[in-house]
């Protein structure tokens, strides 16, 4: 009964539903740009690394000029940069795409921690980094409950919401979204009918790493206010599980990072309540893998989806 109690004054707290939003933001943003990439046939398992170097460039840019604009295009950029690698490698080159992305999550790890070591090994990251923006929205405020949940949120939690039915118009409404889709379904059929597949692989692979750094831009000027070594601490691979809970739909995606975010936000929650902090840092990845054995199975790809494409094959 004390559990259900427990459970019954946690899910009351506005917190908990502001704190969902917060932590499922940079999950959204790397999910939507993997379903952009995999929606056009290439595996993109490394959000991670993306992230991860994004949030890197991000404290070294915002520490050196104080500029939050320049901080998040410089975060942004980086992931494109990225990106580009394993649009090359896994385009170009044909490499297996798992293999490619987790090379370039070790390497961003490693490039990561010896910049880190390079630039702030004595003092640490500056503490007058610059921060991303909350939204006030005075009439929300004023509003019990919900006020409290979405009417101070993050700028950026804000572009992760918006940025769903974004790229489900992009890639369900337009003729460009047609064509990316064409071509992570049946490439050949595409480039038959003057379709680019190589043009749309790159651009998908782009974009998802241009999302990615922006995900990682909010993990460090608007989470932690710094970086630390590995500190996406597996929110790519989340990220990842995500868009296949979400069937590779930016919608289905987001309901998942909501899960996923939920899950982040009662671990909070719980932490001073008696249960085991072992089990409470381990929520999110429970149900991670709980997502992905129950729903995996039942998730179809995009056919084309990790089958390296080359012309007149």
């Not at 410089?74 to 992931?79: E, K, P, R, T």
């Amino acid at each position: 009964m004390d559990i259900v109690n427990t459970f019954a004054t946690i899910l009351a707290r506005p917190d908990l539903w502001a704190g969902t939003l917060r932590f499922a933001a940079p999950l959204t943003l790397a999910a939507l740009g993997g379903v952009i990439s995999e929606r056009s046939g290439v595996v993109n398992i490394a959000m991670e690394g993306m992230m991860l170097v994004g949030a890197f460039f991000a404290v070294l840019v915002g520490a050196a000029t104080h500029d939050i604009v320049l901080a998040t295009l410089a975060s942004v950029l980086c992931g494109g940069l990225i990106a580009t690698f394993h649009g090359v490698a896994s385009i170009h080159l044909r490499a297996n795409q798992i293999v490619s992305g987790m090379a370039i999550n070790l390497f961003a790890l490693g490039l990561t921690s010896f910049l880190m070591f390079r630039f702030y090994a004595t003092s640490g990251t500056p503490s007058d980094i610059p921060a991303l923006p909350d939204v006030n929205i005075p009439v929300i405020n004023s509003i019990p409950f919900v006020g409290a949940v979405i009417g101070d949120l993050n700028s950026i939690v804000w572009v992760s919401i918006l940025a769903v039915p974004v790229t489900w118009w992009f890639l369900f409404r337009t003729r460009i979204g047609l064509r990316i889709r064409a071509v992570g379904e049946h490439p050949r059929a595409a480039d038959t009918l003057g379709v680019s597949v190589f043009r749309m692989r790159y651009l998908c692979v782009i974009l998802s790493g241009l999302f990615s750094g922006l995900g990682g831009a909010y993990l460090a000027l608007s989470v932690a206010h710094s970086f630390s070594d590995n500190m996406t601490s597996g929110a790519g691979f989340i990220a990842l599980a995500a868009m296949i809970f979400g069937k590779w739909h930016p919608v289905g995606a987001f309901l998942a990072c909501l899960l996923f975010g939920f899950g982040q936000s009662l671990g909070i929650n719980l932490q001073g309540t008696g249960f085991p902090d072992q089990l409470v840092a381990a929520t999110p990845y429970v149900l991670t893998v709980v997502a992905l054995a129950g729903f995996v199975g039942r998730a179809v790809a995009p056919a084309a989806d990790g089958v390296p494409y080359e012309v007149g094959e």
